[in-house]
């Protein structure tokens, strides 16, 4: 009830600014046999965007200034983590975490934050504070076994990209098995590839020893597309990971995008350069069955200016997924 009406407050607000109305997206039922049905749990993975890099000089070129603006954005966000009720939410490029830790307190969820050793958002002159990761959960229905926050490395050193893992079992049902949650954020940009198989690398073989062959889901803005090594990396892992994505797909491939956006570019002849690929996924082991999974919406759904825009508050889709836990 009190996320209910948090929503509608929300809502309420959005109305008040005539801001445009929300992407419309659906779920698409990949699995509706409840024989063997064991619990489902709702996950969504999104890279937020850090308010401190909404406005750098080549930042989002082509997206109307106020869409950007916080107290405009603050609504979106909220909006969004809300709506569709997820049970645990895995989080990147969070520097408002108090913000939402107080929001989303309010209606039940409590978090784990760890932020970035040398976050980019302190550079700028404006900032709340750094950047990082976070895990929150329904606290009413998941609950929280233990955590651990590591800084990823790369050959024996620490780096600046960051993970948090939790395990977590769920309320009132003793006959399933406790299950472990990662949420990272791989280096960014092109020419860092061998970083971010080092940086997956390092933590596949963290969770192999932590989980051995326990449920275990990792989420993340991997700044990857399915063509780097670490994407390889985590499909061939010992965890038997499969991407809940590809399960949008007769052929088992990922969708087209999950980030779309223009950023300025002196290269390109219009000063801007256009980014549309797929690097955000949620990954989980042979223990879960997707069920249903938020659908990816258009390029027409989205606008001309792509992301972010009055509509949505990021560069990144929220990605979510129903995933049935087997005993």
């Known amino acids: ?67 950007l603006h916080w107290e405009n954005r603050n609504l979106r966000v909220i909006e969004e983590l809300l709506q569709y009720s997820p049970q645990i939410l895995c989080l990147q490029e969070v520097d408002k975490f ?18 970035k050793p040398d976050s980019p958002c302190l550079d700028f002159e404006h900032h709340t504070g750094p950047d990082g990761c976070a895990i929150i959960y329904a606290v009413d229905k998941i609950k929280l076994i233990s ?32 299950f472990t949650v990662a949420v990272t954020h791989l280096k960014a940009k092109t020419g860092f ?5 080092s940086q997956g690398s390092y933590l596949l073989r963290y969770l192999e020893k932590k989980v051995e062959s326990g449920p275990v889901i990792v989420c993340g803005d991997f700044n990857a597309d399915p063509k780097e090594k670490v994407y390889a990396a985590f499909k061939a892992s010992v965890l038997g990971l499969q991407s809940s994505y590809t399960y949008l797909s007769k052929t088992k ?10 950023r300025g570019s002196r290269r390109s002849q ?52 129903d995933l049935q836990l087997t005993s």
């Not at 590839?193 to 198989?197: A, I, T, V, Y």
């Not at 996924?281 to 997707?290: A, D, G, N, T």
């Open 1 to 67: 009830m009190a996320a209910s009406k948090l929503f509608l407050d929300t809502i309420s607000q959005i109305e008040k600014k005539n801001l445009p109305p929300r992407l419309k997206r659906e779920f698409h039922v990949c699995d509706d046999n409840d024989k063997n049905a064991g619990p489902v749990i709702r996950v969504m993975q999104w890279n937020i965007l850090a308010q401190a890099l909404c406005h750098g000089s080549d930042n989002f070129v082509v997206c109307p200034k106020e869409a």
């Open 98 to 115: 108090e913000f939402v830790k107080e929001n989303l307190g309010k209606v039940g969820y409590e978090g784990i934050f760890f932020p």
């Open 147 to 178: 955590q651990k926050c590591i800084v990823l490395k790369d050959d024996g050193y620490e780096t600046n990209q960051v993970c948090v893992i939790c395990t977590f079992g769920i309320i009132g049902n003793d006959h399933t098995p406790n």
């Open 193 to 197: 590839e061998e970083l971010r198989f």
């Open 253 to 262: 491939s990922e969708p087209d995008y999950t980030t779309w956006k223009f």
């Open 270 to 321: 219009n000063g801007r350069e256009e980014s549309c690929k797929t690097i955000d996924y949620i990954w989980h082991s042979k223990h879960f069955r997707p069920k249903a999974i938020l659908e990816i919406p258009t390029g027409e759904d989205l606008g001309e200016n792509k992301l972010p825009s009055m509509a949505f508050p990021s560069d990144h889709l929220s990605l979510v997924c």
